[in-house]
């Protein structure tokens, strides 16, 4: 059990900034802050190469701070947000992961978190909160450990906007995304990568996103330990 306050973000004491070229953001003379309750139950086990875990959660809210789209909310950026209060919310939900190893140096992992979360007031379900989400990888490393590679996969299911007070609901979409490290020696190890392997990008699924995630990019890197 635990009970927090969330004050306004700069953002939010920023009325008419403009952030990003994406996003303006407005506020309201009597805005509130925030205040919660959360109730949690976990349970987890760990054992040689395996581990499994469950929490069940429950959080109320008094005036939820949001950030509402007010103009604009459809279509190419700018847009403009108004942060208000929400006078009562709920989320709830549950997060379970599970992680393994698996024979010839792989390993697997899946985390998975299910959600509602719902405006009190109007009974309608809160903007951009995916009800599922689900991340996944899928790894290897050599015997000496001076390989490994990891695939990660990421699912985020079905969520609302609004366009004002009219409700959009926005479809799932999934991202994949693998990187590779060699270590050089002892104090060096490169690696690389490819994020978004899909080049996933969000407008061309609904334009009603409030964010984008990036489209497909490559890195190269070298970590150095001293």
């Known amino acids: 059990y635990g009970e927090a306050v969330r004050a306004p973000t700069l953002q939010r004491e920023c009325p008419g900034c403009l952030i990003g070229g994406f996003r303006k953001f407005l506020r309201k003379a009597d805005g509130k802050r925030e205040t919660s309750k ?61 992680s393994t ?26 903007a951009n909160r995916p009800e599922l989400t689900v991340n996944t990888t899928l790894g290897w490393h050599s015997s000496d450990n001076d390989w490994s590679v990891a695939l990660r996969g990421q699912y985020v299911g079905e969520q609302v906007n609004y366009d004002g007070t009219t409700r959009i609901d926005l479809p799932t979409y999934k991202l994949w995304h693998l990187n590779v490290r060699k270590r050089l ?31 497909r990019f490559y890195y190269v890197g070298v970590d150095a330990s001293f």
């Open 38 to 98: 959360k109730r949690e139950i976990a349970n987890e086990k760990r054992g040689k190469g395996k581990g499994a875990g469950i929490t069940v959660f429950k959080k109320e809210v008094d005036d939820l701070i949001e950030a509402n789209c007010i103009l604009n909310c459809v279509g190419p950026p700018p847009r403009t947000y108004e942060y208000q209060n929400v006078d009562k919310a709920r989320i709830e939900g549950v997060e379970a992961e599970f």
């Open 101 to 126: 190893d698996l024979p010839s140096g792989f390993n697997f992992a899946v985390n998975l978190t299910t959600l509602d979360a719902e405006d009190r007031t109007t009974g309608l379900p809160l």
């Open 185 to 215: 020696n002892k104090a060096f190890t490169l690696r690389a990568g490819v994020e978004s392997i899909g080049d996933v990008r969000l407008a061309d699924k609904n334009d009603a996103f409030s964010f984008e995630e990036r489209g």
